[in-house]
């Protein structure tokens, strides 16, 4: 018996929700011609073959949903490869071909542990399917995604546990480098592809895909991947514009958004809390590609299902790749460790009260703690180094008081009363722009040259 099981770790990385039925025109029936078809290859679904399927959020559907994306999902006709290691197009050609001359059965489990969405075994061809990645808070996209990914299994591909990087010490999380094509190249491949080449698939969709297929690629290879790339800070101004600073100095305008609101970092991933307590967090786009309505993780969920009250008391959010922390007013909210969903509380000391996370050295999903300052200057080290939460003071303090510090493209940057100020240790000097006095946020974002070419 071939002992490996192959676990598709998805959960600590971004997949997580989007938006089902985001196509361009998806159809909510298969028709019946399709449904024979797909029997065909599958049998399980021969007594669905003499009709169409419609959308019934059944288990079945996403399934066949899924099947029906890497049918009819249209690429562009010429797909170049990136100049770095994101889209080499070893696994571009027909995604459905490549599954079903892998995988011939589906089948749901439901005793999956936390974090798993699929998983194959190497002796056999059928993939089985967590409960989770089989609701509508899944996309297409990403089953499609991660059912090539499984495919990949059966070639003779297992994964390895991670020794460094945002994913060490978790079993499964990592292959040795993408240039072998394991599972995980695959996964890279299949979003970059999407992001960058996809026909019909909306605009927000495939700028969640660009931000997927990165954060695969910086933490699921122990040998860093090659992706070139450069930083910007991303600005947003009290109307509601975004402008790019870059390394020179240079401001660019981008998109606007629809309100203002705190922006959080999840990778590449941005979410937006806004200031409009009525509203809901979600994800945020900067060049104009619209909104994805699915949540972006089962906190943001409950988070939205709560009253404006309620929704102030969140201060803040950090977001690691294997921890996480919920700064509220009086207290900050620990998850620790990725296999639990185990909460610890820490109160902030008596008379203290939390204003914003900041971070002088650069927000990183693979660092284990981040700085907190509160209303009144203190500044606190939190984080769960060694699965440990952990609170304290630091001596440091600030010249001004910031409502946001961030470093990009190796500058960094402090907020101020909607104006932007380099710091320098404790110091800091004005950086004067053209949008002094209205800048409500600032976050730092990468741009890579194969998404941007
Ligand atoms: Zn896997």
Same mark, same amino acid.
């Given at each position: 018996?071939?002992?490996?099981?192959?676990?598709?770790?998805?959960?600590?990385?971004?997949?997580?929700?989007?938006?089902?039925?985001?196509?361009?025109?998806?159809?909510?029936?298969?028709?019946?011609?399709?449904?024979?078809?797909?029997?065909?290859?599958?049998?399980?679904?021969?007594?669905?073959?003499?009709?169409?399927?419609?959308?019934?959020?059944?288990?079945?559907?996403?399934?066949?949903?899924?099947?029906?994306?890497?049918?009819? +999902?249209?690429?562009?006709?010429?797909?170049?490869?990136?100049?770095?290691?994101?889209?080499?197009?070893?696994?571009?050609?027909?995604?459905?071909?490549?599954?079903?001359?892998?995988?011939?059965?589906?089948?749901?489990?439901?005793?999956?542990?936390?974090?798993?969405?699929?998983?194959?075994?190497?002796?056999?061809?059928?993939?089985?399917?967590?409960?989770?990645?089989?609701?509508?808070?899944?996309?297409?996209?990403?089953?499609?995604?991660?059912?090539?990914?499984?495919?990949?299994?059966?070639?003779?591909?297992?994964?390895?546990?991670?020794?460094?990087?945002?994913?060490?010490?978790?079993?499964?999380?990592?292959?040795?480098?993408?240039?072998?094509?394991?599972?995980?190249?695959?996964?890279?491949?299949?979003?970059?592809?999407?992001?960058?080449?996809?026909?019909?698939?909306?605009?927000?969709?495939?700028?969640?895909?660009?931000?997927?297929?990165?954060?695969?690629?910086?933490?699921?290879?122990?040998?860093?991947?090659?992706?070139?790339?450069?930083?910007?800070?991303?600005?947003?101004?009290?109307?509601?514009?975004?402008?790019?600073?870059?390394?020179?100095?240079?401001?660019?305008?981008?998109?606007?958004?629809?309100?203002?609101?705190?922006?959080?970092?999840?990778?590449?991933?941005? =979410?937006?809390?806004?200031?409009?307590?009525?509203?809901?967090?979600?994800?945020?786009?900067?060049?104009?590609?619209?909104?994805?309505?699915?949540?972006?993780?089962?906190?943001?969920?409950?988070?939205?299902?709560?009253?404006?009250?309620?929704?102030?008391?969140?201060?803040? &959010?950090?977001?690691?790749?294997?921890?996480?922390?919920?700064?509220?007013?009086?207290?900050?909210?620990? +998850?620790?460790?990725?296999?639990?969903?185990?909460?610890?509380? =820490?109160? &902030?000391?008596?008379?203290?009260?939390?204003?914003?996370?900041?971070?002088?050295?650069?927000?990183?999903?693979?660092?284990?703690?981040?700085?907190?300052?509160?209303?009144?200057?203190?500044?606190?080290?939190?984080?769960?180094?060694?699965?440990?939460?952990?609170?304290?003071?630091?001596?440091?303090?600030?010249?001004?008081?910031?409502?946001?510090?961030?470093?990009?493209?190796?500058?960094?940057?402090?907020?101020?009363?909607?104006? &932007?100020?380099?710091?320098?240790?404790?110091?800091?000097?004005?950086?004067?722009?053209?949008?002094?006095?209205?800048?409500?946020?600032?976050?730092?974002?990468?741009?890579?040259?194969?998404?941007?070419?």
């Amino acid at each position: 018996m071939i002992k490996s099981i192959l676990l598709s770790v998805l959960a600590f990385a971004s997949i997580s929700t989007a938006q089902a039925d985001i196509n361009v025109g998806a159809p909510d029936c298969i028709s019946q011609a399709e449904m024979k078809t797909i029997a065909s290859h599958f049998n399980q679904f021969a007594n669905l073959a003499n009709k169409e399927f419609c959308n019934d959020d059944s288990t079945t559907w996403h399934l066949l949903s899924s099947l029906m994306f890497m049918r009819q +999902t249209q690429f562009k006709p010429s797909m170049p490869v990136s100049k770095d290691e994101l889209f080499t197009g070893k696994f571009a050609k027909n995604w459905y071909e490549y599954f079903i001359g892998r995988i011939n059965d589906l089948e749901v489990v439901n005793d999956c542990p936390k974090g798993v969405i699929a998983y194959v075994y190497m002796f056999g061809n059928t993939m089985y399917t967590c409960p989770a990645a089989l609701t509508t808070n899944f996309s297409s996209l990403d089953r499609a995604s991660v059912m090539m990914h499984e495919a990949r299994h059966i070639d003779g591909f297992p994964h390895i546990t991670c020794t460094k990087g945002a994913r060490k010490g978790i079993q499964g999380a990592c292959d040795t480098k993408i240039a072998d094509g394991g599972s995980y190249a695959v996964t890279v491949e299949t979003y970059a592809q999407l992001a960058k080449y996809a026909e019909g698939i909306h605009p927000a969709m495939k700028a969640y895909a660009k931000s997927s297929a990165v954060v695969y690629a910086d933490e699921a290879f122990e040998n860093p991947v090659k992706i070139n790339r450069s930083e910007n800070l991303l600005v947003l101004t009290n109307t509601l514009d975004f402008h790019a600073l870059n390394a020179k100095g240079e401001i660019k305008k981008l998109g606007k958004t629809s309100a203002l609101g705190h922006i959080v970092k999840r990778g590449q991933h941005l =979410i937006i809390f806004p200031t409009d307590k009525a509203l809901k967090a979600q994800y945020v786009f900067a060049n104009n590609e619209g909104e994805i309505s699915q949540s972006p993780s089962d906190f943001i969920t409950e988070y939205n299902a709560q009253t404006p009250a309620q929704k102030a008391n969140l201060v803040d &959010l950090h977001i690691g790749a294997q921890w996480s922390a919920r700064v509220f007013k009086n207290k900050i909210t620990f +998850t620790c460790d990725p296999k639990s969903p185990t909460m610890k509380d =820490i109160a &902030l000391p008596a008379g203290v009260t939390a204003a914003a996370l900041v971070y002088p050295d650069g927000y990183a999903r693979d660092k284990y703690s981040a700085q907190l300052v509160s209303e009144n200057g203190e500044l606190f080290e939190l984080g769960c180094v060694n699965k440990q939460a952990s609170l304290k003071a630091i001596a440091t303090r600030l010249d001004q008081k910031y409502t946001r510090i961030h470093k990009a493209a190796g500058q960094v940057f402090g907020l101020v009363d909607g104006k &932007l100020f380099k710091l320098e240790g404790t110091r800091s000097t004005p950086v004067v722009t053209a949008l002094d006095g209205t800048i409500a946020e600032i976050v730092p974002q990468e741009i890579f040259e194969f998404f941007e070419q």
